[in-house]
């Protein structure tokens, strides 16, 4: 079902993926090979182009011919492998999409500096918009992203999160992004002000559907398919829905030694699938997949604001998608 | 004498200089207070402004009276404080200031991460001058600045660094700033293409001589007034034009013990005292005072596309002390 509704995306995207890919490829331009090399390792290591994708679409959708709409959906590839560059740093990860994380291949400063590099670029070309809303809604989604990031730092290891910290969490570092991407569009478009915050709604929803889901990931799929270490979220000692929502259910015995084993972080593959068993027995995951699917409700009667089109069945086909999607 | 000329300065900007520090303090607004703790450490803490003054001088030079002069200058004060807290990670630089640096006080993950934010706050205030000519100059500073902080990294440790990669590194760490810094105001003010060029031109110009001025003083002045180690370039491996010009020019087994100690790094007071007298010697520290005067001279030369005024005088001025200056 996943794969399926993945193909028929897809198919009906291949030639914009295909130009976002050059476009990728060809505003890049640095000075220095070096920064190329680092920036095309994350850059070009088999990411879904989801975020340049919805502007694309959502372009489309809203009847936008400005020209330049690839070009311009390059400013969320390269904001998001900006974010990537700083965050597995900070995150301590080791391997992101099966490969090893840049600043275990180079030099982690020089990573921090090809990150705001990339950076630097989306915003450089968010400036070839001509259009100082969209340069402004790029600004703040990296404040909204850097303070998401720290905030998730200072959450770590603490066992008495919150619901409302998740999501505070994840509408900083994920959904504004999901949000500006769809925004922008309508900016761009000179859509009427309801069809704006309309696309910034279908974003930010799917943003944090999207951000759910693959927190569920680390609980519900094997290393090998993931292409990271499973456990890898609560290793860092980074506390999720399906955990959150479990804790809040669960008592006793249950309760403390789910706890001793977050607080620990050098837990067992056994004592890994015992906690999976208990955050089916206390409803964490099915939690989540609830709450994420409301997401996505909300995010799909957004375009509600929108006349039926081929365009808008496809961003109707993403929302799905995020629900199924199995890496 | 240097002393006098910066009484002279300052007196006539005391007003500049208080308005700059409230709006610094006003436009931070981060969500969380350990960002703006952060932020404060490297904010304020005795930084000369001089950035955000050039920028309000050469406004007030250009006739501009659209307002919000003040906060707009906080664009440069914060993008260099970004670039500081991000720089010094990648130096490995212990104090600033006189005081520990960031990463030393805090985890250096969640420094990267506030450089982040400082970046994205400045650029949220460019996109509210609502010229996007400005946001592109902001933006390809970034990228310049991290490529030319990228280079001298790349560049460390080598002995065979010609007098065009120093100056290649400086245009891009730090003139550009500076040229930046007066050009947007010419960009705010309207002024001719002409007048923007020379602003840009005095700008740049007093950037570079601005870094030979402090490269100098890693081998001129002592560590207490310096408010960090001397030495500390070469320590670090960073090879400035001091030390690359006399490498030029010296032969034999002169020249052969000067790379040893710079290989070396971790050399004696007396082995750096050596070094001093061979700069001496080989002309390094006369040769680069020369270049920094006479890119200052190209600076004060392109003032003359101005008429004459007090604000005119005061850039003239600024462009002496940065010759003069002994910290």
Same mark, same amino acid.
């Given at each position: 079902?996943?794969?399926?509704?993945?193909?028929?995306?897809?198919?009906?995207?291949?030639?914009?993926?295909?130009?976002?890919?050059t476009?990728l490829?060809?505003? +890049?331009?640095?000075?220095?090979?070096?920064?190329?090399? @680092?920036?095309?390792? @994350?850059?070009?290591s088999?990411?879904?182009?989801?975020?340049?994708?919805?502007?694309? $679409?959502?372009?489309?959708? %809203?009847?936008?011919?400005?020209?330049?709409?690839?070009?311009?959906?390059?400013?969320?590839?390269?904001?998001?492998a900006?974010?990537?560059?700083? &965050?597995?740093l900070?995150?301590?990860?080791? $391997?992101?999409?099966?490969?090893p994380?840049?600043?275990?291949?180079? &030099?982690?400063a020089?990573?921090v500096?090809?990150g &705001? !590099?990339?950076l630097?670029?989306?915003?450089?070309?968010?400036?070839? /918009?001509?259009?100082?809303?969209?340069?402004?809604?790029?600004?703040?989604? /990296?404040?909204?992203?850097?303070?998401?990031?720290?905030?998730?730092?200072?959450?770590?290891?603490?066992?008495?999160?919150?619901e409302? *910290?998740?999501?505070?969490? @994840?509408?900083?570092?994920?959904?504004?992004? !999901?949000?500006?991407? %769809?925004?922008?569009s309508?900016?761009?478009?000179?859509?009427?002000?309801?069809?704006?915050?309309? +696309?910034?709604?279908?974003g930010?929803?799917?943003?944090?559907?999207?951000?759910?889901?693959d927190?569920?990931?680390?609980? /519900?799929?094997?290393?090998?398919?993931?292409?990271?270490?499973?456990?890898?979220?609560l290793?860092?000692?980074?506390l /999720?829905?399906?955990?959150?929502?479990?804790?809040?259910?669960a008592?006793?015995?249950?309760r403390?030694?789910?706890?001793?084993?977050?607080?620990?972080?050098?837990?067992?593959?056994?004592?890994?699938?015992?906690l999976?068993?208990? +955050?089916?027995?206390?409803?964490?995951? *099915?939690?989540?997949?609830?709450?994420?699917? *409301?997401?996505?409700?909300?995010?799909?009667?957004?375009?509600?604001?929108?006349?039926?089109?081929?365009?808008?069945?496809?961003?109707?086909?993403?929302? *799905?998608?995020?629900?199924l999607?199995?890496?």
């Amino acid at each position: 079902m996943s794969e399926e509704l993945k193909e028929k995306i897809v198919s009906r995207v291949v030639g914009d993926l295909q130009q976002i890919e050059t476009e990728l490829a060809e505003n +890049l331009h640095p000075y220095l090979e070096l920064v190329s090399e @680092i920036a095309r390792h @994350i850059l070009f290591s088999g990411g879904k182009r989801l975020r340049p994708l919805l502007m694309v $679409i959502s372009a489309r959708l %809203c009847g936008y011919n400005g020209g330049f709409v690839h070009k311009f959906s390059t400013i969320f590839e390269y904001l998001h492998a900006a974010t990537l560059l700083h &965050d597995d740093l900070v995150d301590g990860a080791a $391997i992101r999409r099966g490969r090893p994380v840049a600043h275990t291949v180079w &030099d982690p400063a020089t990573v921090v500096l090809v990150g &705001d !590099f990339l950076l630097a670029r989306s915003l450089t070309i968010a400036a070839e /918009t001509g259009r100082s809303r969209v340069i402004r809604v790029i600004a703040e989604i /990296t404040e909204n992203m850097s303070q998401g990031e720290i905030q998730q730092l200072l959450n770590k290891g603490s066992a008495r999160l919150s619901e409302d *910290d998740y999501m505070e969490v @994840i509408r900083r570092k994920t959904a504004v992004l !999901f949000q500006g991407a %769809c925004r922008v569009s309508g900016i761009l478009a000179d859509v009427s002000e309801q069809q704006e915050l309309a +696309l910034a709604e279908y974003g930010g929803n799917l943003g944090l559907a999207f951000q759910m889901a693959d927190d569920l990931l680390d609980y /519900t799929v094997d290393s090998e398919k993931l292409g990271k270490l499973v456990g890898a979220d609560l290793r860092e000692g980074k506390l /999720t829905l399906p955990v959150i929502s479990s804790l809040k259910q669960a008592g006793g015995s249950d309760r403390w030694q789910m706890v001793e084993i977050i607080r620990n972080r050098d837990f067992s593959p056994e004592e890994f699938q015992w906690l999976i068993e208990r +955050l089916q027995k206390y409803g964490g995951i *099915d939690y989540t997949r609830k709450r994420a699917r *409301d997401h996505i409700e909300i995010a799909k009667q957004a375009l509600t604001n929108f006349e039926d089109s081929a365009d808008k069945q496809l961003l109707l086909d993403i929302a *799905d998608y995020a629900l199924l999607r199995q890496m």
